[in-house]
């Protein structure tokens, strides 16, 4: 079955530039997306079709998507950033989440 | 505004069976394909099923198929989830999700309901 790989935390401090990368066999052959998750509450799509973001979402949020790896970029990261983030795409008719990351600013 | 209200959760018997159900609103339901993703205690987001606008397909995660039976009724701009044999690992937050324009990704979310199986 089809994984995608994020790593477990990534840590950044108040303003600065946090990447989160989501690996996958041809990742960059798929439309990949992410979804912030904060405890006791909903997802919430940042990124989709690898690069778009939904209205309401900051111009912080970045995304990209090549070869065998996404990443979503939050630039100027606030303390409101603070949450897991999980990337996701379709393969074989099935949705596939990433592992999750979670991002603690610091 | 759009709004999908997830019910019908709670604690059920291992082997037992749980309907949930979505309420939609603010939105042309039969325009979109809907999902159901969950979250176990601790855990990562879970895919379990999808059925598209007219459920001409349905799709399953390997972990649920035989068990789970999703349907929707757009007249009643409702969704839902018949969960049999229901398993322990089947514990978790229960979330309706929308998507746009085929499934590719989920765009608006509920605000879940707790499924919890244990004797």
């Known amino acids: 079955s089809y994984e995608l790989t994020q790593p477990p935390s990534v840590s950044v401090s108040s303003g600065q530039t946090a990447s989160i990368t989501c690996s996958g066999d041809e990742l960059g052959d798929k439309y990949a997306c992410w979804y912030q998750k904060k405890p006791g509450q909903s997802p919430v799509l940042v990124i989709y079709?690898?690069?778009k973001r939904p209205s309401g979402i900051p111009e912080r949020f970045s995304g990209s998507n090549s070869g065998n790896t996404a990443t979503l970029t939050i630039s100027g990261t606030q303390a409101m950033d603070e949450a897991d983030y999980f990337c996701?795409?379709?393969?074989?008719?099935?949705?596939?989440f990433g592992t999750g990351t979670k991002v603690t600013v610091l | 505004e759009v709004q999908l209200v997830e019910s019908g959760g709670g604690l059920a018997k291992p082997g037992g069976s749980l309907r949930l159900s979505c309420a939609a609103s603010?939105?042309?339901?039969?325009?979109?394909?809907m999902n159901w993703v969950r979250q176990a205690p601790g855990k990562g987001l879970e895919w379990v099923s999808s059925?598209?606008?007219?459920?001409?397909?349905?799709y399953y995660a390997d972990s649920v198929e035989g068990r789970f039976t999703v349907s929707r009724d757009n007249a009643k701009n409702s969704l839902y989830l018949q969960m049999n044999s229901l398993r322990a690992e089947d514990t978790a937050v229960y979330y309706c999700a929308r998507s746009p324009g085929g499934l590719y990704y989920f765009d608006y979310w509920g605000q879940g309901t707790l499924v919890t199986v244990s004797s």
């Open positions: 059925i598209t606008r007219s459920s001409t397909y349905i």
């Open positions: 079709q690898d690069s």
């Open positions: 996701q795409a379709w393969d074989s008719s099935t949705a596939v």
């Open positions: 603010g939105f042309t339901f039969s325009d979109y394909s």
